[in-house]
């Protein structure tokens, strides 16, 4: 089956080619709904239950990395719940972290200060927000920010 990209994807392998490096992809043991509306719905209650997702797997340390870029969805002003499963678990000490989001028209929403309270230790830098409906014709643009926070 050949499954179409996601933005989300799409924009973290333009920060790949861009400036090298590894992606993990989080993936949920309970998928989301294929229907937005629903998938709207799961989100926010999960999000005001500071639900926290079972992952198929989880990245054990970024110890190897300075730098990390945080990619995802802008549901509700920040990343999905299941984001947070795995960012909680990680030493964050002393790593350097950026934001993009792919979003339909909300920006960064709160991201950048969720991930400052989520990853202790980490110093935030300027995020990047892409719209959605952008997101395949963004390259140039997501790799000239991704150069700029390495």
Not at 38 to 56: I, P
Not at 76 to 102: H, I
């Amino acid at each position: 089956m050949n499954l179409k990209k996601v933005n989300t994807e799409i924009c973290a392998e333009f920060i790949q080619k861009a400036v090298g490096g590894d992606l993990f992809e989080i993936e949920t043991v309970k998928a989301y709904s294929a229907d937005c509306t629903t998938c709207t719905q799961e989100a926010q209650a999960e999000l005001r239950a500071k639900a926290r997702s079972e992952l198929e797997r989880y990245l054990d340390s970024v110890a190897d990395y300075d730098n990390v870029s945080v990619c995802g969805p802008c549901w509700w002003g920040t990343y999905p719940c299941a984001v947070f499963s795995q960012l909680e678990r990680l030493d964050w000490s002393g790593k350097n972290m950026f934001a993009l989001m792919t979003r339909k028209g909300s920006g960064l929403g709160h991201c950048e200060r969720d991930l400052q309270k989520t990853c202790k230790g980490a110093k935030v830098g300027k995020g990047l927000g892409v719209n959605g409906a952008d997101a395949a014709r963004s390259e140039s643009v997501v790799a000239s920010w991704a150069k700029q926070c390495v």
